[in-house]
């Protein structure tokens, strides 16, 4: 039977930074960077939000895509998909066919290198648990829990291992700030100060990490084996922090995990002013919009297109907050996020049912105390100020909603093929047209139908219809984040819609491809400049955009 242990390892993987710290005690990582001139942010203190990162004057009004920090990993490994497509030293892609690889003899090959150099270079950190990498997978399945949790120990392991045999004869402050300023690499103090509380580990989830350590443990030299109480705080740790690695080629597909301190003090908000990405096993922040001294600089935990109660829900289970962020309280800071905030009533809102005829919409009242998943918290109309509850709410709409756009997505996680797509897109059609009775048009949920239908689209050959899914989806996402790098992928999808519209058979009427093609070369624009923010100039899917606009710009003056 599957065990509840650590299952939100696998949400934490896909792009949550941290919980937020209540401890506001000074630390070494806080010291160093504050006593610093060569970084752009600093690291207060506060009961509230724990350790949390501000800009400095240096920072205030740097142009969106200026890089904050690149950090190295403290610790990083593989998950399912990169085991045998990346370097277990250097993050680098492996050729599938073999010829770019060497691996290690001693784990029966579960270990993966790009060169013999690599294979050395990781020897020290990958000799102390080589044995117990090949029993990996079996103690996974064993102790039901993702084999990424148990080679993240199993790294962990290492490390310890290494620093039992080489004391650090250094000040625990004593960071390593390489040549380039904006790269760090935290020493072992650092990481052991990453926050990570034991108590969010449930009894159940205990005996099950319990039983996996053991496990462990009997594959070490007794000197060697942790006590249960650091598997404990690893395990919370790793809960908290990691990070999913992307492929550098597939930007929505991950290869890895890793732990980063420094990175891991910038708090979440629903309305982010920076941006990451990893460029193999190294963590990049990125500024997303101009910021003012004193600023706290915040990343996103969740999907930003998402009701206020899905996204506070979300934070509350995987990361144990309320979020009270300026989004969730429409408390903006600035011009910048009264602007962004403008769609949040619609994006959360939902129709008036209170008084008939009423074109109102429903929203939370008490956004300043409120609690994730109150059934009495009361909802007021904006025009006609009638009152009902979240539960009313949430039972007459929001659930049965939810409800089919779930089943609808279950369908669609089956398999779109040409067969499944008709009954698919069927689905969700289905439930765009009930929201849009319910909800305004701009509603997160509507969003996440018009989503899939682009793919279900795409299937079918039905071109015009597959864009006109990507435009509500780009119009949607962008009033809420114009610069997020999501909304360049939503760009893509509507550029390369119009493109593949544009070369059907029979052709379209001469100026209508005509102003496809124009429309095309408008998206594919937008979308470099995103990825040139967010991903910076060489990254390869920037690469990949800026030759698609290149395309484009000459297919359009050919026509």
Known sequence: MASPLLGSVLSAIRGVFRRRDTDASPDSLSALVNGSPAFLFQINHNAQLGRHAVASAALAGRAPGTILLRETSAVWTP?????????????????????????????DGQTHYCSAKCRDAHAPLHSPVCRLHANAPVLAARHHCPQSLVLALLALIARRCRSLSQPAVHSPAQARIPADPLTFEADP????????????????????????????????????????????????????????LQRAHKTQEDFGLGLFPLSSLFNHSCIPNCTYTNEGAQMVLRLLRTVDEGEELCVNYVELYAARDERRAELKAGKRFECRCPRCTHSPRNAAETRLLQSELFVSGVLCDQTPGCTGLLRECNVHTDRVGDRSAQWACTACNARCTYGSIADTHLTP?????????????????????????????????????????????????????????????????????ARAVVALADATLPRHLPVANYLAALAKALELSANMRPPLPHALRRQHATEACAAWERALEIYEVCLGAKHPQTARTRAQLLKAQAAAKSL
Not at 209 to 228: M, N, V, Y
Not at 232 to 238: E, F, G, N, P, R
Not at 430 to 459: D, G, Q, W
Request: net charge negative.
């Open 79 to 107: 998950t399912d998909g990169g085991i045998t497509s990346v370097c277990h030293h250097c993050a680098a892609e492996l050729d599938s066919a073999g010829s770019r690889r060497t691996s290690c003899t001693g784990c």
């Open 189 to 244: 103090t650092a990481f052991a100060q990453m926050h990570g509380d034991p108590q969010t580990i449930d009894a159940a989830a205990r005996r099950c990490l319990r039983t996996l350590a053991d496990s462990l443990c009997d594959g070490l030299p007794e000197e060697q084996r942790p006590p249960f109480d650091l598997f404990l705080k690893w395990t919370a740790q790793i809960n908290a922090n990691s990070h999913g």
């Open 401 to 469: 909603l939810r409800n089919s756009l779930q089943s609808a997505t279950t369908l669609y996680s089956e398999g779109l093929t040409i067969a499944s797509a008709p009954r698919i897109r069927a689905a969700f059609e289905a439930v765009l047209k009930e929201a849009l009775v319910r909800l305004p048009p701009s509603h997160a949920i509507v969003f996440h139908c018009h989503l899939p239908l682009i793919n279900c689209c795409s299937t079918l050959g039905d071109y015009e219809a597959m864009a006109t899914h």
